[in-house]
C-alpha cells in the first residue's frame, strides 16, 4: 500500500559521486521523516542519514559526515542523499525509510523507528 521507489545507485570510483533517490507513493501516510541505512555483505545494516519532515533536522552517522548530505522535497515526499568523496567502505546495499512515528527524533539511529522500507539500491565504489 506503501511504497518507496529508489534510485540513483551504481559503479563509481573512488573518491566520486552518487546522488540517490527515495520516492514515497501509494497510501497516504503521516510522514515524520525519512532517512537512509546501508548494509553491506556480510555486516549488520548501519544508520546513514536522515531528516525530519517537519523541523528539517538533519542527524549523520559519523562515518559519513561532511561527506554526504540528506535533503527531502516535502511535496513530492522524496529524500535524496547526495554522496560525496566516496570510499570503497561506502560500498553497501542502501535503503530508504519512512516514519509515521512523531517522536521518531529520539531514536533516529534505530531501524526499529522506521515503518516503511525501499528494496535497496547497489551502490559499489571501486579502488
Known amino acids: 500500500q506503501v511504497q518507496l521507489i529508489e534510485s540513483g545507485g551504481g559503479l563509481v570510483q573512488a573518491g566520486g559521486s552518487l546522488r540517490l533517490s527515495c520516492a514515497a507513493s501509494?497510501?497516504?501516510?503521516?510522514?515524520?521523516?525519512m532517512g537512509w541505512f546501508r548494509q553491506a555483505a556480510g555486516n549488520e545494516r548501519e544508520f546513514v542519514a536522515t531528516?525530519?519532515?517537519?523541523?528539517?533536522?538533519?542527524y549523520y552517522a559519523d562515518s559519513v559526515k561532511g561527506r554526504f548530505a540528506i535533503s527531502k522535497d516535502n511535496a513530492k515526499n522524496t529524500v535524496y542523499l547526495q554522496m560525496n568523496s566516496l570510499k570503497p567502505e561506502d560500498t553497501a546495499v542502501y535503503y530508504c525509510?519512512?516514519?509515521?512515528?512523531?517522536?521518531?527524533?529520539?531514536?533516529?539511529?534505530?531501524?526499529?523507528?522506521?515503518?516503511?522500507w525501499g528494496q535497496g539500491t547497489q551502490v559499489t565504489v571501486s579502488s
Open positions: 525509510a519512512a516514519t509515521t512515528n512523531r517522536y521518531y527524533s529520539l531514536s533516529y539511529y534505530s531501524g526499529r523507528s522506521y515503518d516503511y
Open positions: 501509494g497510501r497516504s501516510f503521516s510522514n515524520y521523516g
Open positions: 531528516i525530519n519532515w517537519r523541523s528539517d533536522s538533519t
